[in-house]
């Protein structure tokens, strides 16, 4: 039962052993609100609060986007950030953003350093701030390659995020679909009544 709600974790020929992390408090509005990017701090920073973080296999490709992200986007051509994040040096999520490449062409959102503040400043630079996020959540059990990206147990389901960025005047800038190992998150959302 342990194992199977991601607390403990078995190591063949060793034994089974309690998994030994502290969950990553994700709070939804703090992270992508003006004030954290906008002051030129990662997103990230909002999550982990001076847990040490890594970015790596970061891919950065002008592609055609598939269906779903093309009808959101409103076209197929588009540039995409693949990249995976750790936290203390314990993979934790996949992530892969979507951009219109008429909007992102030439500008350091194709390179791997967007500057400080990431994509969000960029795209405020370009005078498309983000003014409005929806994200989709939902949870299920890990595709292969998502269990060794992520190092996943046995039984250890993923959330997966769903997040289109809009302008003030509606247009979406960037699709992202995240996954999460649910065992290593705390989603928060405030709102008010």
């Known amino acids: 039962m342990l194992i199977n709600e991601g607390l403990a974790v078995p190591r063949r020929g060793s034994g089974v052993y309690v998994r030994q992390f502290r969950p990553i408090r994700r709070h939804g509005s703090r992270r992508l609100s003006h004030e954290q990017w906008g002051r ?3 997103i990230w920073e909002s999550d982990t609060r001076g847990r040490p973080y890594t970015v790596d296999d970061m891919n950065i490709e002008r592609e055609t986007a598939e269906e779903a992200v093309a ?7 588009v540039w995409v950030r693949r990249r995976r994040y750790s936290v203390d040096g314990r993979p934790v999520q996949l ?3 979507h ?4 909007l992102v062409d030439g500008t350091s959102i194709t390179r791997e350093d967007t500057g400080q503040g990431g994509v969000y400043a960029r795209l405020s630079d370009l005078g498309h701030p983000p003014a409005h996020f929806s994200e989709e959540v939902r949870a299920r059990m890990p595709h292969p390659h998502e269990t060794v990206l992520l190092d996943l ?17 509606g247009r979406p800038l960037e699709v992202n ?15 008010d009544a």
């Open 71 to 77: 009808r959101v986007l409103g076209g197929a051509d």
């Open 99 to 102: 951009f219109p490449a008429d």
């Open 40 to 42: 030129g701090q990662a």
């Open 177 to 191: 679909e995240m996954i999460l190992d649910a065992a290593s998150y705390v989603l928060q959302y405030d709102f």
């Open 95 to 97: 992530s892969v953003s």
């Open 153 to 169: 147990p046995a039984g250890t389901p993923v959330i997966v995020i769903f997040r289109t960025a809009y302008a003030a005047d």
